[in-house]
């Protein structure tokens, strides 16, 4: 599988739902989510000048999650994990329990859910598609 294709489909299949699952039902249509890969994290979602966290150039592939509320322009990203480790279902699940747990953390700061206590479905093994389980 392409590497294009594999993110395209954990985006599609896997990390969309994850979002979502946090989200209330005239939310979901709201939010956008891109998942992108590189090698260094620069982020199109900031403004210009404003601080960020910078992870190093340390020569790995890493898949990058960005989701952004479009009504109020909120936006985060989060580092779901090395492209080649994610390979690895029992990886990715771990990244993904932890992307739940970001999500989580965001939503309760940001203005359309300010306070709120939010859950995000948590991802098992047994959640993940055949496709990824049978080692894309």
């Known amino acids: 599988m392409s590497r294009t294709s594999f993110v395209t489909r954990l985006r599609d299949h896997v990390i969309r ?3 979502h699952s946090a989200l209330t039902e005239h939310e979901i249509p709201e939010v956008t989510i891109a998942v992108v890969t590189g090698t ?3 982020s199109s979602l900031r403004e210009p000048g404003e601080p960020h966290w910078t992870f190093p150039d340390d020569g790995h592939e890493y898949v990058w999650v960005h989701a952004t509320y ?3 322009n ?3 990203e989060w580092r779901l994990g090395r492209t080649a480790d994610l390979h690895d279902p029992s990886e990715l699940v771990a990244a993904l329990q932890d992307l739940g747990s970001r999500v989580e953390d965001w939503l309760c ?4 859910a300010w306070g709120e206590e939010r859950h995000a479905r948590r991802v098992e093994l047994g ?3 055949e496709w990824l389980i049978a080692g894309a």
């Open 17 to 19: 739902p994850l979002v």
């Open 127 to 129: 959640d993940l598609p």
């Open 74 to 76: 909120e936006a985060a």
């Open 70 to 72: 479009q009504p109020t």
């Open 109 to 112: 700061e940001t203005s359309f």
């Open 40 to 42: 260094e994290h620069d």
